[in-house]
């Protein structure tokens, strides 16, 4: 009869660390389902705020400017 007990509280352990788990899961998921939202969100925030920047007046040469900055980086630190 002891041992039938132990079995049992043996199973019960199990299925409560199962349990466990399976929230941690969840809980994850959750996270990265947020992480995601919010990595869309803000990939919608840097297309329209470039878009915006296209109307400044200048845009055309700073973005020129930029473009040969980062180039001149890249040959400098030999990135290619």
């Known amino acids: 009869m002891g041992r ?3 079995i049992n ?8 660390r ?4 399976e929230k941690k899961i969840d809980a994850i998921t959750r996270v990265i389902d947020h992480l995601l ?5 803000t990939k ?8 915006l920047l296209k ?5 055309k040469e700073a973005e ?8 001149e980086k890249e040959v400098k630190d030999g990135v290619e």
């Open 9 to 16: 509280n043996m199973k019960g352990q199990k299925q409560s």
């Open 64 to 71: 020129a400017q930029l473009i040969q900055a980062v180039a």
């Open 44 to 51: 919608t925030m840097s297309v329209g705020t470039y878009e």
């Open 37 to 41: 939202k919010e990595s869309s969100n």
């Open 18 to 21: 199962l349990d466990l788990l």
């Open 4 to 6: 039938r007990i132990l």
């Open 55 to 59: 109307y400044f007046p200048g845009f």
